[in-house]
């Protein structure tokens, strides 16, 4: 069975303050996907990573793919308040490629302080 | 294109009674998914469709649970007999099957259903 695990779960920082969450996924796919979610609302993409190696950057965030360790980072940088909210990372349900869907992991709820 | 629509936005329902969700997709993509959400859980897969074919259900689709995409367009979603433990967000996805150009799934904003 396919297993999507983030850590932490829940991290509370502050503002300015760097920090990284992890995935670990069981698969041998090479695509990762990292989504934001505010409460009460639906998935924003934020990354999709498909090949090892795959490094990618939007303003403070920054998130990277090792296929041969099953593992990815969100890393952020610098911290502000508007980052807060609980990040997903999934990946596609098969690893032969074709898109039928993905296995998420249960998320790191961020809380940014002032 | 507006994206993934999903109608309603909110469903209160009485335990027992029927729902149906409603989801229209990004026009080219050619498949959809249905995902539920679980407070404080990840999404989890329920089934998806390419065009109007139903290529996977989850184990998690009881016999309550239909889905359906008659014209390969819009999906919809019903659940027959609600329980309390059907109340979750309900969530639509649409992307076009990889190889085709592009990679990445676009997610609808959700049906919030609460079962009372």
């Known amino acids: 069975e396919l297993k999507v695990e983030q850590n932490p779960l829940f991290l509370s920082m502050q503002e300015g303050k760097n920090y990284t969450i992890y995935c670990n996924y069981s698969t041998t796919s090479d695509r990762l996907y990292w989504y934001r979610q505010d409460p009460g609302k639906s998935l924003e993409s934020l990354f999709v990573l498909l090949s090892n190696g795959a490094v990618k950057q939007e303003g403070r965030l920054m998130a990277s793919l090792d296929t041969k360790a099953r593992l990815s980072t969100l890393h952020i940088t610098a911290a502000v308040h508007d980052l807060s909210a609980t990040y997903f990372c999934a990946v596609d349900r098969s690893s032969g490629g074709g898109a039928d869907g993905l296995t998420f992991g249960k998320g790191t709820h961020l809380i940014i302080q002032p | 294109d507006t994206g993934v629509s999903q109608d309603p936005r909110h469903k209160i329902t009485k335990r027992g009674q029927n729902v149906t969700f409603r989801c229209d997709p990004i026009?080219?993509?050619?498949?959809l998914y249905w995902y539920r959400q679980t407070l404080g859980q990840g999404p989890e897969f329920l089934t998806y469709?390419?065009?109007?074919?139903?290529?996977?259900k989850s184990r998690l689709l009881s016999d309550r649970f239909s889905a359906e995409r008659p014209k390969g367009s819009f999906s919809t979603l019903e659940i027959q007999r609600t329980e309390q433990g059907d109340s979750a967000m309900y969530l639509c996805a649409s992307s076009l099957a990889f190889g085709q150009g592009s990679y990445g799934y676009t997610f609808g904003s959700g049906t919030r259903l609460t079962v009372v």
């Open positions: 469709f390419q065009n109007e074919a139903q290529l996977e």
């Open positions: 026009s080219e993509h050619n498949r």
